[in-house]
Nanobody, 126 residues
Framework: QVQLAESGGGLVQAGGSLRLSCAAS????????MGWFRQAPGKEREFVAA????????YYADSVKGRFTIFRNNAKNTVYLQMNNLKPEDTAVYYC???????????????????WGQGTQVTVSS
């Protein structure tokens, strides 16, 4: 089992940057594939980015490609989301998620993830 805790959210102007962190408990972090999702008020939770266990393979939603980067440090049990050139439409609560035993490629599906953090608010002003 793993527990996840996000941090790094806040208020930023359009065009600015933020780096989110998701710290995981336990000693088997490197066994988990990790994802970031976000949920804006009144909307469904949506996929943002994912990274496989080794960190060598990443996936992105089209809406964030070229602006966001997901990476991980397995020695620190942490996955990050670097967000650049932020837009007001990026405003949402951002969640990290973890899945251990998954060999497919549908990392955009919420249903494959076993563990979720509590979320961190990101607000982008225009």
């Amino acid at each position: 089992q793993v527990q996840l805790a996000e941090s790094g959210g806040g208020l930023v102007q359009a065009g600015g940057s933020l780096r989110l962190s998701c710290a995981a408990s336990g000693r088997t972090f490197s066994s988990y594939n990790m994802g970031w999702f976000r949920q804006a008020p009144g909307k469904e939770r949506e996929f943002v980015a994912a990274i496989k266990r080794s960190g060598g393979v990443t996936y992105y939603a089209d809406s964030v490609k070229g602006r966001f980067t997901i990476f991980r440090n397995n020695a620190k049990n942490t996955v990050y989301l670097q967000m650049n050139n932020l837009k007001p439409e990026d405003t949402a609560v951002y969640y990290c998620a973890a899945v251990r035993d998954y060999s497919g490629s549908n990392y955009y599906l919420k249903s494959i993830y076993n563990y979720w953090g509590q979320g961190t608010q990101v607000t982008v002003s225009s």
